[in-house]
T-cell receptor
Framework: DAKTTQPNSMESNEEEPVHLPCNHS???????IHWYRQLPSQGPEYVIH???SNVNNRMASLAIAEDRKSSTLILHRATLRDAAVYYC?????????FGQGTTLQVKP | DAMVIQNPRYQVTQFGKPVTLSCSQT?????MYWYQQKSSQAPKLLFH???????NEADTPDNFQSRRPNTSFCFLDIRSPGLGDAAMYLC?????????????FGPGTRLTVT
């Protein structure tokens, strides 16, 4: 499985946008880019995924670089409830292989 | 609400004493996964079922086994738990075994080995 690189931690202020980066320079043409997050003491939850084009859903937006070697998860207005570990995962089959993720802290 | 249920939420077992963790789902999904998550680490896939087809990860110890008697239930058996097996065990489901399929996770069972 291709690897991803994410910052260990990031901070944000409440109600401000947050941009979570992910580098995946060895991505292959069949890899989908998935984002999951894990709130404290809970199982991970799906956030968004994409292949080539930018994607939006009710939780977030996913911006994918033209060469697909990097992507950014965008939370448009961070809330305290968004404090979690965010995992960027490349996926070309039925499995999710988690990397270390980014711990997002949201300050009131 | 349809969901993934794990029982118990907390399990304490003794070193070497077999233990079974259970997972049930009301989503009628075809694929069920088991992950192990140790403290401050990312979840690690142990194995998964696609219908009745069992798929083991290459680095999953033989001490870990699984059963899926029907679509709704899946069990994780640890034959002889060691102290290093203390972790959160997460069950997840997916409708189909595709790279776009969303996985739905349960809340996890935290296993303590004494």
């Amino acid at each position: 499985d291709a690897k991803t690189t994410q910052p260990n931690s990031m901070e944000s202020n409440e109600e401000e946008p947050v941009h979570l980066p992910c580098n995946h320079s060895t991505i292959s043409g069949t890899d989908y880019i998935h984002w999951y997050r894990q709130l404290p003491s809970q199982g991970p939850e799906y956030v968004i995924h994409g292949l080539t084009s930018n994607v939006n859903n009710r939780m977030a937006s996913l911006a994918i670089a033209e060469d697909r070697k990097s992507s950014t998860l965008i939370l448009h207005r961070a809330t305290l409830r968004d404090a979690a570990v965010y995992y960027c995962i490349l996926r070309d089959d039925r499995k999710l292989i988690f990397g270390q993720g980014t711990t997002l802290q949201v300050k009131p | 609400d349809a969901m993934v249920i794990q029982n118990p939420r907390y399990q304490v077992t003794q070193f070497g004493k077999p233990v079974t963790l259970s997972c049930s789902q009301t989503l009628n999904h075809n694929v069920m996964y088991w992950y192990q998550q140790k403290s401050s680490q990312a979840p690690k896939l142990l194995f998964h079922y696609y219908d009745k087809d069992f798929n083991n990860e290459a680095d999953t110890p033989d001490n870990f086994q699984s059963r899926r008697p029907n679509t709704s239930f899946c069990f994780l058996d640890i034959r002889s738990p060691g102290l290093g097996d203390a972790a959160m065990y997460l069950c997840a489901t997916s409708r189909e075994p595709t790279p776009t399929g969303e996985q739905y996770f349960g809340p996890g069972t935290r296993l303590t080995v004494t």
